[in-house]
């Protein structure tokens, strides 16, 4: 009984084939239209001495973009936390909280997360979907 309920809970919560949510692929679009909004304008801050004032409401656009992107991936394919494409991004975050902890590399730290962000966004589906177990790519057989 037991197991038959993890199976369901499984099932639910990890569906085999991800979950279809309307229009999903536009409001994707969006967001991440706004994240590179959100992005080159936070870079000011970043890279420049610019007052926070000047580049606080693009790094808001930023984190609220981030998020809302994480959390459609999150919903419509539970497993993409764990593929490499979602790792990074959990590696990017940490990366950002290292940069405010020490501003000297920020700058550094900022470029960084561009160049890793451009590389896995245009690597190929069975890269970006490698997962950690065992080196299985999901939806992708091992070569």
């Not at 656009?61 to 497993?79: C, D, K, R």
């Not at 494409?85 to 960084?112: H, N, Q």
């Not at 589906?125 to 490698?130: E, H």
Request: aromatic share 10%.
């Amino acid at each position: 009984m037991l197991g038959k309920m993890i199976r369901l809970l499984r099932a639910c919560l990890l569906p085999a084939n991800g979950r279809r949510i309307p229009g999903e692929r536009w409001i994707n679009i969006g967001l991440r239209a706004s994240h590179l909004v959100g992005v080159a304008g936070s870079g000011a801050g970043f890279l420049f001495a610019v007052g926070s004032q000047e580049w606080m409401p693009f790094w808001h656009l930023t984190v609220i973009s981030g998020v809302a992107m994480t959390g459609l991936y999150i919903a419509s394919t539970p497993g993409w936390l764990l593929q490499l494409k979602g790792l990074l991004t959990v590696a990017k975050v940490a990366a950002l909280l290292v940069g405010s902890a020490f501003p000297v590399w920020r700058a550094e730290i900022f470029i960084g997360i561009i160049v890793v962000s451009a590389l896995i966004a245009h690597a190929p589906a069975r890269v970006r979907g490698w997962t950690w177990r065992a080196g299985a790519c999901d939806g992708y057989e091992k070569e």
